[in-house]
């Protein structure tokens, strides 16, 4: 009796790890509350008031406490020159701002159908939704607002900026919620998010963009080049093993739960388009972030959560 008791519970927990992989646990979502203390995604100091956020920001921004003025460096926003010391010296000089007040963190996650998939580790769309619960949970131990934008290919989900932990746990709620109503993917679904987001976000916030950026066209980028302007941009870009490399030469059975399909990896011109392709992508998302000042911040399914941001924010 013994034995058989045993075996079931063995049986329960390894089914229990696996669902946790392939579906957002909203309990699993609320624990990582005590990782967030260790992120330290902001330099912290005590604050003047308890209605402003205890930080002084290490992103760029155009904050309202002036610092110093130094000489022009090549790449510094001409908005922020100063001219009467620009006058006063012969030489072209630039504001520099401290940014010490709260600010609204907004979080953006994609939950279409092509997140929801993985070789290796967890799904896209599960480590999406852990980093957001990570940085929220950050960001309310900092004092700041949070808010959010969860989509699918047919649904958005829009919460504003709020303060406490209830709109920590609303976020939460709504990432454990959402799940992809379709397995059929609609390429402008991400740009329509682009375009919700630019009218639901105030300028001088903090956006985490969490997302594959598969279908991300011109308009898209438009999108979040207009955003990047007067909002600090950090883009999550999450991906899987396979898509970067396919496995050793031999047949593959990948399903989607209801489908099922055969991959040769045999042919090595598809093999070397295939791969290419993953390379070129976010080569091009690399060089969009950084020429309009974004965060660029690649994420793997294999990668732990807490360490992914630990890394990204060391600089």
């Known amino acids: 009796m013994f034995f058989r008791k ?12 696996m669902n946790e992989r392939v579906a957002v646990n909203l309990a699993q979502l609320i624990h990582l509350n005590q990782f967030a203390t260790s992120l330290q995604l902001w330099q912290t100091r005590k604050p003047h008031a308890k209605q402003i956020g205890g930080y002084v920001s290490p992103f760029k921004g155009r904050g309202m406490e ?9 790449g510094d926003d001409i908005r922020a020159i100063d001219w009467r010391v620009t006058a006063r010296t012969g030489k072209v000089h630039t504001k520099l701002f401290r940014e010490e007040r709260e600010r609204p963190v907004f979080v953006w996650v994609d939950h279409r ?8 580790g967890v799904f896209k769309s599960v480590l999406a939704a852990q980093l957001a619960s990570l940085l929220a949970w950050t960001a309310h131990q900092a004092g700041d607002r949070v808010g959010g934008q969860i989509f699918t290919d047919t649904q958005h989900h829009e919460l504003k900026p709020r303060r406490g932990k209830t709109a920590v746990l609303q976020l939460l709620k709504q990432l454990a919620n959402t799940q992809t109503l379709t397995q059929t993917p609609h390429p402008e679904a991400i740009q329509s998010a682009l375009g919700r987001l630019r009218h639901v976000v105030h300028p001088a916030s903090l956006i985490f963009l969490i997302s594959d950026f598969r279908h991300l066209n011109a308009l898209g980028e438009s999108h979040l080049v207009h955003l990047s302007r007067d909002n600090q941009l950090m883009l999550l870009f999450i991906s899987d093993p396979l898509e970067g490399q396919l496995p050793p030469t031999g047949y593959y059975r990948l399903s989607n739960g209801t489908q099922e399909v055969n991959l040769y990896t045999g042919d090595k011109q598809i093999v070397q388009t295939y791969e290419q392709r993953f390379i070129l992508h976010q080569a091009h998302l690399q060089r969009l972030a950084k020429q309009h000042g974004m965060r660029f911040i690649p994420c793997q399914t294999t990668d732990n959560p807490v360490q992914i941001l630990q890394h990204a924010m060391r600089y």
């Not at 045993?6 to 790890?17: D, G, H, K, L, R």
């Open 66 to 74: 002036f610092d110093e003025a130094r000489p022009y460096q090549a």
């Open 113 to 120: 159908a092509p997140m929801f998939f993985a070789t290796r």
């Open 6 to 17: 045993q075996t079931v519970s063995t049986i329960n927990a390894t089914q229990t790890a």
